[in-house]
């Protein structure tokens, strides 16, 4: 089950060294950063400027889309007035459904992305299309042939090859033999690789893509899985596909592309940000950054033991104690900084005909250092420092570790027990084990939140320790971005991974900047971006491109307006038809672009609405959503 150097240390992969222009990627590099222009490749002059732009704020290379032989003749112009203006950023052309296209762009480009699904294949039909085992041969004997022309001119021009998967893209052929999945995914790109050793090329990049970040996490853990297994080392391309816009798409890219680096995983990343490309460049960086802080981290002790696939979702099994744990959705824990009543409207409660109501933003859970004075709303548990604390109803005791092992007469109490990797030892653990009253808090120090509290974990499992568990994290943090990015890296990957009743974090700037609502919309949306609690309406929008022919950030903003109240729903807004009707598979509303003011509309991936004006396309997506019963009027 190998997916990376090292589970309790910090490695980075070492993959192969290739070159893309006058810069190097992979092996001892540094993570390379870009990101894609989302002007139209025919446009020279706003392609210029825009590449400029992306280029100034930091990136190592830019993409352009060269959806046809006349985009892909024009890369040639948009690199030549580059150089004219002092620009050696190298080049990507990104290519669907155009082989000819990428033969062309190779020729002018440093780099060309193809994707597997539809670089021969024609667009998947999400039919059941059935292929002997003969049929199967013929089409990859087709697809090796198509692809000979491409290799011939990126071995004669030095040009890389990014073989970019993405998971609503894949094949007919491929859904038939894996599914919708990440081991279709991994094999969709396996069949491209082997056809390039078969031609001795070696200049490769990989990305496996998906919205959905458990399908993106497990894509890439198996490809490195398979790779190593079939003595490959080819660099790796990571990205959340579609992420979204602002906050959302912040934390979700944190979550799938943080759960990789921190693993050492990554050789250059593009976070996928509805919005201009070139602000995606420093919320990149943050993310480079934060990880190579963690080289020197302290030494953790390593556990004999892995207790469940990396390759697959699976809950880690805990009892319940007051509606934490079990089968509930993890709670959002939070430290109130009033000694006796906090401000209950700023923890997510609404007052209602004088009584306070919880509402969906709301924490489910708060530590206070003294006894609250004030009536304790429904939904609401309160755990009180474990020296000021009395009994009550809501109410009950925190205690550090050394206060639990030293008060015996709290067996028959519900109970908080915070624990950090100091406390771990067989001792402690099988006393522990027995307490079916307490729920654990683990807060990790070290720089390597992971791997500390995955050690944490394995030894739990080890000692078949199934109490509840709610991660803890520190920081000091002044901007909010800073703080959702780096405790959506560090904790998203172990809800990912099936770990988890609860999550708690702390900021503790000097400015204390932070408010309380900020700090809950963060867990929370921490939560949903790893699949274990939604509390909103998810949007699933992409970047947009020389493709998208409408305002994607516009529409995408006018979508999120009309319909952001309807809780649990995912609704895609994508620029073409190219991606989008594969990358919002996994969302239950689509609005896709089809041409110049036409858009189609799905309900799953099924077209219900062809070629409408995009003047009436909102209303009419609202229409379709009230037809199937998913509308709720929005409460004010």
Same mark, same amino acid.
């Given at each position: 089950?190998?997916?990376?150097?090292?589970?309790?240390?910090?490695?980075?992969?070492?993959?192969?060294?290739?070159?893309?222009?006058?810069?190097?990627?992979?092996?001892?590099?540094?993570?390379?950063?870009?990101?894609?222009?989302?002007?139209?490749?025919?446009?020279?002059?706003?392609?210029?400027?825009?590449?400029?732009?992306?280029?100034?704020?930091?990136?190592?290379?830019?993409?352009?889309?060269?959806?046809?032989?006349?985009?892909?003749?024009?890369?040639?112009?948009?690199?030549?007035?580059?150089?004219?203006?002092?620009?050696?950023?190298?080049?990507?052309?990104?290519?669907?459904?155009?082989?000819?296209?990428?033969?062309?762009?190779?020729?002018?480009?440093?780099?060309?992305?193809?994707?597997?699904?539809?670089?021969?294949?024609?667009?998947?039909?999400?039919?059941?299309?059935?292929?002997?085992?003969?049929?199967?041969?013929?089409?990859?004997?087709?697809?090796?042939?198509?692809?000979?022309?491409?290799?011939?001119?990126?071995?004669?021009?030095?040009?890389?090859?990014?073989?970019?998967?993405?998971?609503?893209?894949?094949?007919?052929?491929?859904?038939?033999?894996?599914?919708?999945?990440?081991?279709?995914?991994?094999?969709?790109?396996?069949?491209?690789?082997?056809?390039?050793?078969?031609?001795?090329?070696?200049?490769?990049?990989?990305?496996?893509?998906?919205?959905?970040?458990?399908?993106?996490?497990?894509?890439?853990?198996?490809?490195?899985?398979?790779?190593?297994?079939?003595?490959?080392?080819?660099?790796?391309?990571?990205?959340?596909?579609?992420?979204?816009?602002?906050?959302?798409?912040?934390?979700?890219?944190?979550?799938?592309?943080?759960?990789?680096?921190?693993?050492?995983?990554?050789?250059?990343?593009?976070?996928?940000?509805?919005?201009?490309?070139?602000?995606?460049?420093?919320?990149?960086?943050?993310?480079?950054?934060?990880?190579?802080?963690?080289?020197?981290?302290?030494?953790?002790?390593?556990?004999?033991?892995?207790?469940?696939?990396?390759?697959?979702?699976?809950?880690?099994?805990?009892?319940?104690?007051?509606?934490?744990?079990?089968?509930?959705?993890?709670?959002?824990?939070?430290?109130?900084?009033?000694?006796?009543?906090?401000?209950?409207?700023?923890?997510?409660?609404?007052?209602? +005909?004088? $009584?306070? /109501? !919880?509402?969906?933003?709301? %924490?489910?859970? &708060?530590?206070?250092?003294?006894?609250? *004075?004030?009536?304790?709303?429904?939904?609401?548990?309160?755990?009180?420092?474990?020296?000021?604390?009395?009994?009550?109803?809501?109410?009950?005791?925190?205690?550090?570790?050394?206060?639990?092992?030293?008060?015996?007469?709290?067996?028959?109490?519900?109970?908080?027990?915070?624990?950090?990797?100091?406390?771990?030892?067989?001792? +402690?653990? $099988?006393? /522990? !084990?027995?307490?079916?009253? %307490?729920?654990? &808090?683990?807060?990790?120090?070290?720089? *390597?939140?992971?791997?500390?509290?995955?050690?944490?974990?394995?030894?739990?499992?080890?000692?078949?320790?199934?109490?509840?568990?709610?991660?803890?994290?520190?920081?000091?943090?002044?901007?909010?971005?800073?703080?959702?990015?780096?405790?959506?890296?560090?904790?998203?990957?172990?809800?990912?991974?099936?770990?988890?009743?609860?999550?708690?974090?702390?900021?503790?700037?000097?400015?204390?900047?932070?408010?309380?609502?900020?700090?809950?919309?963060?867990?929370?949306?921490?939560?949903?971006?790893?699949?274990?609690?939604?509390?909103?309406?998810?949007?699933?929008?992409?970047?947009?491109?020389?493709?998208?022919?409408?305002?994607?950030?516009?529409?995408?903003?006018?979508?999120?307006?009309?319909?952001?109240?309807?809780?649990?729903?995912?609704?895609?807004?994508?620029?073409?038809?190219?991606?989008?009707?594969?990358?919002?598979?996994?969302?239950?509303?689509?609005?896709?672009?089809?041409?110049?003011?036409?858009?189609?509309?799905?309900?799953?991936?099924?077209?219900?609405?062809?070629?409408?004006?995009?003047?009436?396309?909102?209303?009419?997506?609202?229409?379709?959503?009230?037809?199937?019963?998913?509308?709720?009027?929005?409460?004010?």
């Amino acid at each position: 089950m190998k997916y990376c150097n090292h589970l309790f240390r910090y490695s980075r992969l070492k993959t192969r060294e290739i070159q893309i222009g006058h810069l190097s990627m992979g092996g001892e590099n540094p993570i390379r950063i870009q990101s894609m222009n989302n002007t139209l490749t025919l446009d020279t002059e706003s392609s210029v400027a825009q590449a400029k732009r992306i280029a100034d704020a930091g990136a190592d290379f830019v993409r352009l889309t060269a959806p046809g032989t006349k985009d892909a003749e024009n890369l040639k112009e948009i690199k030549q007035q580059l150089v004219k203006n002092g620009y050696s950023i190298p080049l990507i052309a990104d290519i669907h459904f155009q082989p000819q296209a990428a033969v062309i762009a190779a020729q002018y480009v440093e780099k060309v992305r193809i994707n597997p699904g539809n670089f021969v294949d024609k667009r998947a039909s999400f039919e059941k299309v059935e292929f002997t085992d003969n049929q199967y041969k013929l089409e990859l004997s087709r697809i090796h042939q198509k692809m000979k022309p491409l290799l011939e001119v990126c071995k004669k021009r030095k040009v890389a090859l990014r073989i970019g998967s993405n998971h609503g893209s894949l094949s007919d052929r491929i859904l038939t033999r894996f599914g919708d999945t990440p081991e279709g995914m991994v094999e969709s790109v396996m069949e491209f690789l082997r056809i390039c050793r078969k031609e001795n090329f070696h200049n490769l990049v990989i990305s496996l893509k998906a919205s959905n970040t458990r399908v993106m996490i497990y894509a890439y853990r198996l490809m490195v899985n398979k790779m190593l297994a079939e003595n490959m080392d080819y660099p790796l391309h990571l990205g959340v596909t579609e992420a979204g816009e602002g906050e959302d798409g912040r934390i979700k890219s944190a979550v799938g592309i943080g759960a990789l680096l921190a693993d050492g995983i990554g050789d250059t990343i593009r976070v996928s940000l509805t919005e201009e490309p070139e602000f995606e460049i420093p919320v990149a960086r943050k993310l480079v950054d934060y990880f190579y802080e963690r080289q020197y981290h302290e030494y953790i002790k390593p556990v004999d033991i892995e207790p469940k696939s990396p390759f697959v979702y699976e809950k880690r099994e805990s009892f319940e104690i007051l509606n934490i744990g079990g089968e509930k959705n993890p709670i959002v824990m939070l430290k109130t900084e009033n000694f006796f009543q906090p401000n209950l409207e700023s923890i997510g409660f609404t007052l209602k +005909n004088n $009584q306070y /109501i !919880k509402t969906d933003r709301a %924490a489910d859970a &708060i530590i206070m250092d003294n006894m609250p *004075n004030f009536q304790i709303p429904k939904g609401l548990e309160i755990f009180v420092c474990f020296e000021k604390y009395k009994k009550a109803n809501q109410i009950y005791p925190y205690l550090t570790l050394k206060e639990f092992l030293r008060e015996n007469i709290l067996e028959d109490e519900k109970i908080l027990v915070e624990i950090n990797h100091l406390d771990i030892n067989e001792v +402690n653990l $099988q006393k /522990i !084990k027995y307490a079916k009253n %307490a729920i654990l &808090i683990f807060h990790s120090t070290n720089k *390597n939140h992971l791997a500390e509290t995955r050690a944490f974990l394995y030894m739990l499992w080890k000692y078949e320790i199934k109490n509840p568990i709610i991660f803890k994290t520190h920081y000091q943090e002044h901007e909010l971005e800073d703080f959702q990015l780096k405790s959506a890296a560090d904790l998203g990957v172990l809800f990912i991974d099936g770990y988890g009743d609860g999550i708690m974090l702390c900021n503790n700037h000097k400015t204390n900047t932070l408010t309380p609502p900020q700090i809950i919309e963060t867990s929370l949306g921490i939560l949903q971006a790893s699949r274990v609690r939604v509390f909103k309406t998810e949007y699933i929008s992409c970047p947009g491109c020389g493709r998208t022919l409408f305002n994607l950030q516009e529409t995408t903003a006018q979508v999120r307006q009309k319909t952001k109240h309807l809780k649990g729903l995912k609704i895609a807004v994508m620029g073409c038809i190219v991606n989008g009707p594969g990358e919002m598979a996994d969302a239950d509303y689509g609005y896709v672009g089809s041409g110049i003011g036409k858009i189609n509309l799905y309900k799953g991936q099924t077209l219900v609405k062809k070629n409408i004006p995009q003047s009436d396309a909102v209303s009419q997506l609202i229409d379709i959503i009230k037809q199937n019963g998913d509308w709720t009027e929005e409460e004010f």
